[in-house]
Nanobody
Framework: VQLQAFGGGLVQAGGSLRLSCTVS????????MAWFRQAPGKEREFVSV????????YYADSVKGRFTISRDNVKNTVYLQMNSLNTEDTAIYYC???????????????????WGQGTLVTVSS
């Protein structure tokens, strides 16, 4: 299974970006699909996840109400729509796939089986 994330770029504060993560060698509907991010000098942190079964979604408090995760099973792709971006959202964003995750582990980066290469999001003030 390979994941490829893209869609990052430079945006002004208050702007929007949509990240995409395409899955090859696997079926996106069979995985819990998540986004994590890592800012300079900081540890990787959970952003959002859509569960394997159904479409339950979870968000970090810092992005709740601004970011929306979605999944297109036909395109085998997961999206992260990011609105009202601020400078604290600047980071490398990674997508991840986990095959058999329980709810309590969805926010843990070491619970995921596969990772994409990351895409850089830079928000300028």
């Amino acid at each position: 299974v390979q994941l490829q994330a893209f869609g990052g770029g430079l945006v002004q504060a208050g702007g929007s970006l949509r990240l995409s993560c395409t899955v090859s060698g696997g079926t996106v509907s069979l995985y819990s699909m998540a986004w994590f991010r890592q800012a300079p000098g900081k540890e990787r942190e959970f952003v959002s996840v859509v569960k394997r079964n159904g479409d339950m979604t979870y968000y970090a408090d810092s992005v709740k109400g601004r970011f929306t995760i979605s999944r297109d099973n036909v395109k085998n792709t997961v999206y992260l729509q990011m609105n009202s971006l601020n400078t604290e959202d600047t980071a490398i964003y990674y997508c991840a796939a986990g095959a058999r995750l329980i709810t309590s582990s969805l926010r843990l980066n070491n619970a995921y089986d596969y990772w994409g290469q990351g895409t850089l999001v830079t928000v300028s003030s």
